[in-house]
């Protein structure tokens, strides 16, 4: 079983920054953060749920929505099984619940199907 938890977020005026930390746990033997490709995504009110950013088990391999390309930031620290989402030049339209989440394999994806593990979301409000 893999837990998630994500934190970091909240209220911020547009123009300004925001880092999401999400922090993962494994209970089952042999389980490992480093074997998970990691994602973030968000849903806005009335909207489906959107990939926002991934990256790859070793952290070599980063991915964004063009949404977000040149403002966010993915990030992984495995010796502290954390994965982290900077967020910079926030906007209106970033307002949302952030979610992240664990793909088992060695293949990072955009979809969030492919993903077994979700934390419970963290707010992000952003004001003009």
């Known amino acids: 079983q893999v837990q998630l938890v994500e934190s970091g977020g909240g209220l911020v005026q547009a123009g300004g920054s925001l880092r999401l930390s999400c922090a993962v746990s494994?209970?089952?033997?042999?389980?490992?953060?480093?074997?998970?490709?990691m994602g973030w995504f968000r849903q806005a009110p009335g909207k489906e749920r959107e990939f926002v950013a991934a990256?790859?088990?070793?952290?070599?391999?980063?991915y964004y929505a063009d949404s977000v390309k040149g403002r966010f930031t993915v990030s992984r620290d495995n010796a502290k099984n954390t994965v982290y989402l900077q967020m910079n030049s926030l906007k209106p339209e970033d307002t949302a619940v952030y979610y992240c989440?664990?793909?088992?394999?060695?293949?990072?994806?955009?979809?969030?199907?492919?993903?077994?593990?979700w934390g419970q979301g963290t707010q992000v409000t952003v004001s003009s």
């Open positions: 989440a664990a793909k088992w394999g060695s293949e990072v994806t955009y979809s969030d199907y492919d993903y077994g593990y």
């Open positions: 494994c209970a089952a033997s042999g389980c490992r953060f480093s074997n998970y490709n």
């Open positions: 990256i790859g088990r070793r952290g070599f391999g980063t």
